[in-house]
């Protein structure tokens, strides 16, 4: 049973559309993270987060952009999607002192 | 400069058999590192952790061995089982709990 969601699990959609992912967790974490990962690829961190009105870019460049209003939910923003957008995105969550819980993906295409 | 390798990007293994998958870091302050699984069309879930304190932590059919002077670890599965087939990622940290490091995952395969 997972305690941190994502939507949609797929998703296609045209250039220059805008779309947000959501990314939402019931544990109570403070930090949440955005990875990105392209296949045979690692997973590489776009955007984090360490608790309410708190978000940093991560080491992989990104024009996606994130909100931290709530500390359950952490959506990510593509303005105007391109296909080198084309990826799978995972968010994470923890508490801290240990690992993360992964939610499921969402993997965009853009076309 | 990718911190955390995986250089072996797949593995078969016989069902019974040990499965060893390896990791390498270059970053001498990670002290924390972890291996997760992951399915086709799923996130990675948690495997199993160590810390730099230790060289060895055992979880059940997985044990993960960390070797500090060749900034090296190790997952070993035994007995290797076809449930097993995934892909596994291996990740650092040098600040527990907030900005971990991945590899590129190795796809093991266990044929029954």
């Known amino acids: 049973e997972a305690d941190i969601y994502q939507t949609p699990r797929y998703l296609v959609i045209g250039t220059g559309k805008k779309i947000t992912l959501e990314c939402s967790q019931t544990m109570g974490h403070d930090k949440m993270y955005w990875y990105q990962q392209d296949p045979g690829m690692e997973l590489h961190l776009i955007h984090y987060s360490y608790g309410v009105n708190s978000t940093e870019k991560g080491d992989l460049s990104s024009e996606s952009t994130v909100s931290r209003i709530r500390t359950e939910h952490f959506p990510l923003t593509l303005e105007s999607a391109r296909p080198s957008h084309t990826s799978q995105y995972l968010c994470?969550?923890?508490?801290?002192?240990?690992?993360?819980?992964f939610g499921s993906g969402t993997r965009l295409t853009v076309v | 400069d990718q911190q955390v390798k995986q250089n072996s990007p797949s593995l078969s293994v016989q069902e019974g058999r040990i499965s060893i998958l390896n990791c390498d870091y270059t970053n001498s302050m990670f002290d924390y590192f972890l291996w997760y699984k992951k399915y086709p069309a799923e996130g990675p879930t948690f495997l199993i952790s160590?810390?730099?304190?230790?060289d060895k932590n055992e979880d059940g059919r997985f044990t993960v061995f960390l070797n500090k002077s060749a900034k090296h670890l190790s997952l070993h599965i035994v007995p290797s089982q076809p449930g097993d087939s995934a892909v596994y990622f291996c990740?650092?940290?040098?600040?527990?709990?907030?900005?971990?490091?991945f590899g590129t995952g190795t796809s093991l395969t266990v044929i029954p």
């Open positions: 160590i810390s730099s304190i230790k």
């Open positions: 994470a969550s923890s508490l801290g002192g240990g690992g993360y819980t």
């Open positions: 990740a650092a940290t040098a600040d527990t709990g907030n900005q971990f490091y």
